[in-house]
């Protein structure tokens, strides 16, 4: 995924898309999929948020003619992600967290091991997604998905500072979060 292209230069894609060329969708897909399962890991439990990449685009190919501004797609597809999560938590019950990612590892300075054991990374996800929801967007973008803070800030449409705030005060949360629950 190259996050790095984005505003301006999504403006034109979205026109083409708009007139039914899929490989201009598809471009914007692959530019943007990342963030969009970013901010829905962050909502919902993994293994939901793979099925729900796929409706968010599909809405998103429906809903092109709604778009208000070309320059700002990812942003409205983060949008869409988000109000799919909402609605999936409204017709579902909560499913535990099985994740079992190498990215979570970042996390902790504890053992290597302890992370990826998937109970571990189910527990640092469950707390993540207990923070606020501006540090777990961010925190989820930046540590499972590996996006830069450029590249979240393009991806939401935050500033390059308020991502870099709230990547800085999400760790501390995070870590003082896993601290109290005997985390290194």
Known sequence: ???AHHGSEDGPLVARS???ERPAFRALYERHVGAVHGVLVSR??????DD??????VAAWRGLSSLRDDDHVGAWLMGIARNLARRHH????PTPLPLADPAVEALVDGPAGRA???HAAGEILDQIRALPEAYRETLVLRLVEGLT????????GLTHGSVRVNLSRGMKLLRDVLRKEGWP
């Open 1 to 3: 995924m190259d996050t």
């Open 18 to 20: 708009r007139a039914g």
């Open 44 to 49: 919902v439990a993994p293994q939901d948020a």
């Open 52 to 57: 729900l990449v796929q409706d968010v685009f």
């Open 90 to 93: 409204a017709r579902a019950r």
């Open 116 to 118: 990826a054991d998937e």
């Open 149 to 156: 803070g450029p590249e979240i800030a393009a991806a939401t």
